[in-house]
């Protein structure tokens, strides 16, 4: 390998993002750092321009059917017969690096700031500052293998076409020697703009977490209208309307109510209800097959009877106020309860509808009972891009749109002088909408606001419990193309994001762990894959606490000296990210993240999922596909916090649904297998499997999960 000094440095001015015109230095970010002029107007904004779909590099030929170069590989290592081993193809770095460009939400900067820091400390450049100081003193302090092993990232990333590197990568770092880049706190703020946008991108399964405003999509409602003479007037305009619920903000699982139908006036049954959205009632029984051991019966829970000689049937959730009917699903025999979703302090919410058409739409929670003030809370906008306007000639205004707010319950808020906790209870949730596109329903003035539907959910105390998660279980259902087998390699990355309320002072994503999953050899389809179990968390999530796990698979090249060369540049780029992050992030601007958690722009979810994404995967990814012998087979995130894992470890709560995903030619299928009755039956294990595909090696994967309360 070619050492530093002897590469040929590549011109500056060669990458389509250079503008000799434009001034170099620090650039504007205004979502995470917005100027006194950058605060939202008071006026309808189009949806912004989506990006022309990102063409993906075709393959110039499947591995299995480069089976000339493996028979040539063979006779290359068979002096006497002897020392057969065969070795599997492996795609051109080019094409790995042009794939994860078409994946990604937006461009990294992460890996151009950190070969940037590494470039100077090999040029021997002068520190511009106390942090670049300190990186150095890492970097000088690294042993000749891990600092060799980081060369290789900066080589490889050196040799990328032009045309991939401005695709993939903020090459604005590449390009301008200007020493206020290296200033450590305008690389948070670049760190925390591609965080949010990942985390938005990642969770929410769209092309970029970019902002914006829903589409106008007026429909009639009909409303009674209480006077002398009691009347329905029906009226059209772009009414909001909350269609499913989401707590944690995590798109996993997702609660309706009956009134999904009111946009559009459909039909009940053309709605799919998850099971997890029926509540349960539940009675402890001895196991059959196990008399030494509990299981429970559980069915849908319903309404209680009637009171003798009441006028009234009773329905299954009130609050007090008129005859409430939206969480009684119809059945056969009468009705059956839906669930009221539970939330805690601390913890995101996220909302699906139709007609969240302002960047400034807060959400409102009103304490059932009162008690406690009304909270107005600010939110941010992901506008649907897939459902069209118009169909067929008409508005397309049902719950088949999915604009998306999401926004934060508070841990406390300001009363007086004091701030007092958020009290537990049920809550009465609708948006306020401001009226953008001055829309007036009826001759006269347009209404300021339209105000949506609302929705119950119930606030409770976060669960004070420990919590173990690991993975003991691996499976290869179809190994990767190509003759030989397989030397799968997963690791996961762990972010743990924990706000300043929790008593942390940092609003923080810390601590970061790399853990390797799995590192094994000679795997082939069918085969079962022992390894020992590592705990990926095991502790006490507070209030407002999220673990966010990106998880990435390799099959890496069965070379002893290319697998060694992978560990050693994991181990060194592991080492020189953590030192990197927390000299940064120990001179940021904390009050920064705290603001976009207020505003709405991101949760705590988003935000490690962010983190977790960028470091696992944007930036692991990257980096090997600019050079190692190894194809990505699986990608993963996993998200969770107190509230999830207490359900999940609850016997009484039911599975959650099974889901895919997919990035690219990865794709990830989540399958819950069961939860196991822990003796006492206050508790259970919960697992549930992993499906690791990828279209481009015709593999398959496949690693078991676990949760259980200690």
């Known amino acids: 390998m070619a050492t530093y000094k002897d590469r040929t440095r590549r011109d500056p001015n060669d990458t389509p993002d250079h503008n000799p015109d434009n001034q170099c230095g620090p650039w504007d970010l205004p979502e995470v750092d917005p100027k006194p002029g950058d605060v939202p107007c008071d006026c309808h904004q189009p949806p912004p321009s989506q990006p022309p779909p990102c063409q993906k590099p075709p393959r110039s030929k499947g591995k299995d059917h480069d089976c000339c170069q493996q028979i040539l590989e063979i006779l290359r290592r068979m002096p006497g017969g002897r020392d057969i081993r065969v070795r599997k193809p492996k795609q051109s770095p080019k094409v790995k690096s042009a794939n994860l460009c078409c994946k990604l939400p937006i461009k990294d900067a992460i890996v151009p700031i950190l070969l940037l820091f590494l470039r100077r400390f090999l040029d021997h450049a002068s520190p511009a500052n106390d942090f670049e100081r300190g990186v150095q003193a890492f970097l000088a302090g690294l042993p000749t293998t891990k600092l060799d092993a980081l060369k290789i990232g900066l080589d490889a990333y050196e040799k990328l076409p032009p045309s991939i590197r401005a695709c993939a990568f903020e090459t604005r770092f590449d390009t301008c020697d200007n020493e206020s880049l290296l200033d450590p706190k305008f690389i948070f703020k670049v760190w925390l703009n591609e965080v949010v946008h990942l985390g938005r991108a990642t969770v929410f399964n769209t092309k970029s977490g970019e902002l914006g405003v829903g589409q106008v999509r007026p429909w009639d409602q009909t409303f009674s209208v209480l006077t002398d003479h009691p009347h329905s007037e029906t009226l059209t305009a772009p009414w909001p309307w909350i269609c499913q619920v989401n707590p944690g903000a995590d798109n996993r699982d997702w609660f309706k109510n009956t009134e999904v139908t009111r946009p559009g006036n459909l039909a009940l049954g053309i709605f799919r209800f998850e099971n997890y959205e029926f509540s349960k009632e539940c009675n402890q029984i001895p196991d059959p097959g196990d008399p030494g051991k509990i299981k429970f019966d559980c069915h849908n829970r319903r309404p209680a009877p009637a009171t003798p000689g009441s006028l009234f049937a009773n329905t299954c959730e009130s609050i007090g106020v008129g005859y409430q009917t939206r969480y009684d699903f119809p059945d056969p025999s009468g009705s059956v309860c839906l669930v009221v979703p539970k939330t805690f302090p601390g913890q995101g919410i996220a909302l699906r509808g139709l007609n969240f058409i302002s960047p400034n739409s807060k959400a409102r929670l009103r304490r059932v009972g009162g008690g406690f003030p009304d909270m107005v809370l600010s939110c941010s906008v992901q506008p649907d891009t897939e459902t069209p306007l118009m169909r067929d000639g008409k508005v397309v205004a049902t719950c088949e749109v999915r604009d998306i707010i999401t926004f934060t319950i508070p841990e406390k808020i300001k009363i007086g002088v004091n701030d ?131 998880v990435y698979g390799l099959e890496v090249d069965d070379d002893d000296a290319a697998k060694q060369q992978i560990k050693d540049f994991g181990d060194a780029y592991g080492l020189y990210w953590k030192n990197f992050f927390t000299q940064f992030a120990a001179t940021s601007d904390v009050g920064l993240v705290t603001a976009l958690i207020g505003k709405g722009v991101a949760t705590g979810v988003s935000l490690a999922i962010g983190a977790a994404v960028l470091a696992g995967i944007a930036i692991i990814g990257l980096f090997y596909a600019a050079w190692a012998p190894a194809d990505p087979i699986g990608y993963d995130v996993i998200i969770f916090d107190a509230l999830s894992l207490f359900d999940l470890t609850n016997p009484a709560t039911p599975l959650p649904a099974s889901f895919s995903k997919s990035f690219d030619e990865l794709s990830l299928d989540v399958n819950p297998q069961g939860k196991l009755v822990q003796p006492g039956g206050t508790q259970a294990r919960y697992s549930e499997e992993h499906l690791y595909r990828s279209s481009d090696e015709d593999s398959t994967y496949k690693l078991v999960y676990r949760v259980e309360r200690t």
């Open 420 to 550: 007092v906790p958020v009290l537990p209870g049920r809550y009465i949730l609708d948006v306020i909408v401001p009226n953008d596109t001055n829309y007036a329903p009826v001759p006269g003035p347009a209404p300021a606001d339209f105000t949506s539907n609302d929705v119950w959910i119930d606030i409770q105390p976060s669960p004070n419990q420990v919590f173990r998660l690991w993975t003991d279980e691996a499976f290869c259902i179809e190994e990767t193309d190509g003759l030989g087998s397989d030397e799968p390699w997963f690791q996961a990355y762990s972010v743990r994001f924990a706000p300043a309320a929790a008593g942390t002072g940092l609003v923080a994503m810390l601590p970061q762990q790399q853990i390797t999953i799995m590192d094994t050899d000679d795997v082939d389809s069918g085969e079962s894959i022992t390894f020992a179990a590592p705990d990926l968390f095991h502790d006490k999530l507070g209030i407002g606490e999220v673990v966010a796990l990106a």
